[in-house]
């Protein structure tokens, strides 16, 4: 049997692919603006070829989800860098957030980290703040076959990318303090029933219109 050297494996997820959401915490600084910025979504994906042409099989996701989330619920910090460090070593200069949860959810591994305000999180909070879109790309380790079968796979942490490589992770926004508006009901409430209240599609449009004239006034 042929062996195979563990190497250094990252798999990127872009925006879209990730299904993150963003979240702000209701507690605020000194100048308004929530402490906390969340992202949430799937971190890695499982039984799927992804754009490296790695396949990572259900048991070799879900043994390195749990090793990490095991590491996670010992108190241990799971720092996560910005853009794509090259190996395994966490370098602390570029440290942008810490890895909070991460478990399974199907063959997904789903998760959520917090930016924290160095100068790289502080960086990549303007960027989202700004409207950019970031994904998120998993760091780890494991053996590759000749038909791209990963095998003793181990996640060291999750970093934020401008441009990541699984086929479904760049996020969609939801902030908190939608709830703190005057018409954020309004708008929720016709967003279930959009699709098939014509009602509704007529005065959305005012909804929203009213929801950015609180927005800007805060």
């Not at 963003?22 to 910025?37: A, C, F, H, I, T």
């Not at 396949?55 to 108190?75: D, M, T, W």
Request: aromatic share 8%; charged share 30%.
């Amino acid at each position: 049997m042929k062996a195979y050297q563990k190497t250094f494996l990252r798999e990127n997820l872009n925006w879209n692919q990730a299904n993150i959401t963003l979240e702000e915490s209701v507690e605020r600084d000194d100048s308004g603006k929530p402490k906390n910025l969340y992202m949430k979504g799937i971190f890695i994906e499982g039984e799927i070829k992804n754009h490296n042409n790695r396949i990572y099989p259900f048991h070799e996701i879900s043994r390195a989800v749990n090793q990490l989330k095991e590491c996670i619920n010992r108190g241990e910090t799971v720092y996560g860098e910005a853009d794509h460090p090259e190996g395994l070593t966490i370098n602390l200069d570029r440290v942008s957030h810490i890895v909070e949860d991460i478990s399974l959810q199907g063959t997904k591994g789903v998760g959520k980290l917090r930016i924290i305000p160095t100068p790289l999180g502080t960086l990549v909070r303007t960027i989202i703040e700004s409207g950019g879109k970031l994904g998120v790309s998993s760091r780890g380790s494991g053996n590759v076959d000749d038909y791209g079968k990963v095998s003793d796979f181990e996640i060291v942490t999750i970093d934020i990318v401008a441009r990541p490589s699984a086929p479904n992770a760049y996020p969609t926004p939801i902030y908190e303090r939608l709830m703190n508006f005057r018409n954020n009901k309004h708008i929720i409430e016709m967003a279930h029933v959009l699709k098939e209240d014509k009602i509704a599609q007529k005065h959305f449009k005012s909804e929203i219109i009213k929801f950015m004239d609180d927005l800007f006034k805060k």
